[in-house]
């Protein structure tokens, strides 16, 4: 939860006036993340103070993994209330593991036409292979979009780049993206 990019993306979204719910799970089982972001999405239909829709869910590696499974999971049950999944470093498969990516993939794969996923991806990230992802996004129903940063590894960093500029550009994509597409 206090990986910097998140930080700074929760403070650029709030300073374009999004709500935005930051939360952490300690443990690392998809299944236990699922059911964390589960027990958040539940605990905001029970807020009256605040209309909640447009719903964009989002994390970084593992947690754009349990946000996809959340927003597939949601799509089945007639919730119309996602809109998008925002994935920073998704995990296609661990480093020299490629074969893993189908596993990995399901829930992107199941999500409706409906939902829009946005992918921020290093060009170095040795957990996303560019030629897999692109396989993945063609079986995809739902509508995506891939912003390649140049030479960023799977924690979004890029060699000559400030850390703060490399922020800047992901948290200008995402905010422009989520005023694209229904917020």
């Given at each position: 939860m206090n990986f910097r990019h998140l930080v700074s993306l929760a403070r650029a979204l709030a300073s374009s006036g999004f709500l935005c719910l930051r939360f952490t799970c300690k443990g690392l089982n998809l299944t236990y993340r699922v059911k964390a972001y589960s027990a958040v999405w539940d605990y905001l239909k029970t807020i009256q103070r605040f209309t909640v829709n447009h719903i964009f869910l989002g994390g970084r590696s593992m947690g754009c993994r349990a946000a996809a499974?959340?927003?597939r999971q949601l799509s089945d049950g007639s919730e119309d209330a996602v809109q998008g999944v925002i994935c920073l470093s998704f995990p296609m498969h661990p480093p020299g593991q490629m074969h893993t990516h189908r596993?990995?993939?399901e829930d992107l794969r199941m999500l409706p036409e409906g939902v829009r996923v946005l992918f921020v991806s290093g060009t170095k990230d040795n957990m996303c292979d560019r030629d897999l992802l692109n396989g993945v996004l063609q079986d995809m129903k739902a509508q995506t979009d891939v912003?390649?940063?140049?030479g960023g590894d799977h924690g979004l960093t890029v060699k000559g780049r400030s850390e703060d500029s490399v922020m800047d550009e992901i948290n200008l994509k995402v905010i422009s993206w989520i005023?694209?597409?229904?917020a």
């Open positions: 499974s959340l927003a596993q990995r993939s912003c390649w940063l140049q005023k694209e597409n229904g």
